[in-house]
């Protein structure tokens, strides 16, 4: 049977709380139509998180709980900091980190990003590691020399039995939010780079079993060509996760390439 794929919703910074509920309950109510096989994950904003992880603790939820972001410290004192310990305490299964709008607004780094999926991988937190290369860059034709540093300076750098609960989203930052999506071939041929650096490192079974997803304008209408790349085990989705019809046949898509593998 193929690879189960994996759709994680990123709300980034919006949505009202009346909103949120409402969002969540309308995904929830689609999707119970469906004997699902792809793992959806929904990452609402932090003050949220008590709407997704109630949801995700129900025995028939077919979602699981995600965040977006988390401390590179444990609990203490530091103001304004959401720690590991407090995901896992409200049982979120999910956190992405190194995302580039955090990488750029915020000024993450490799060695940040590393510290963080540490601090979930000791919580039993998956990550979701981003990254991906500028427009500027992949012109330049360093998108291989790039992406490649990113994996060696955090995924590599991690214990087998580590990489074994982390997954990795390549998105190129021309393609989030900007309707400018990595052509089908772009994203196999990164992903296929990624898990071969993997593959260096780890060997063949855990380069296999590494959960790889593309993300960056994915949508109702690009998925399935996306999801059908040998490399592509499912989306990190942005803009079109906030609309509960999109989202679905996102989730669909993901489906079908399940069911014809
Ligand atoms: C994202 O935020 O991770 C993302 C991929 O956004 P979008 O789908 O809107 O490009």
Redesign the pocket.
Known sequence: MAKPKIVIG?W?MNKDFEEAEDLITKIEEELADYQLQTEVVLCPPAVYAELVTDHASLEDSRFYAGLQNVSEFPNGAYTGEISAEMLASMDVDFC?VG?S?RRKFFGETDEIVLKKMHRLLDNQIVPVM?CGETLEERKAGKHFEVVGKQIEATICTLKPEELERTMI?Y?PIW????GETATPAQAQEMLAFIRSLIEKKFGTELAVYTYILY?????AKNALELFSQPDVDGG??????LKPEDFIKIIEAAETVIKDN
């Open positions: 990123n980034k992405i995302h709008e981003c989203a998105e393609a989030i939010g900007t993300g960056g304008s994915c949508n990190l989705i942005g803009g079109a996760s």
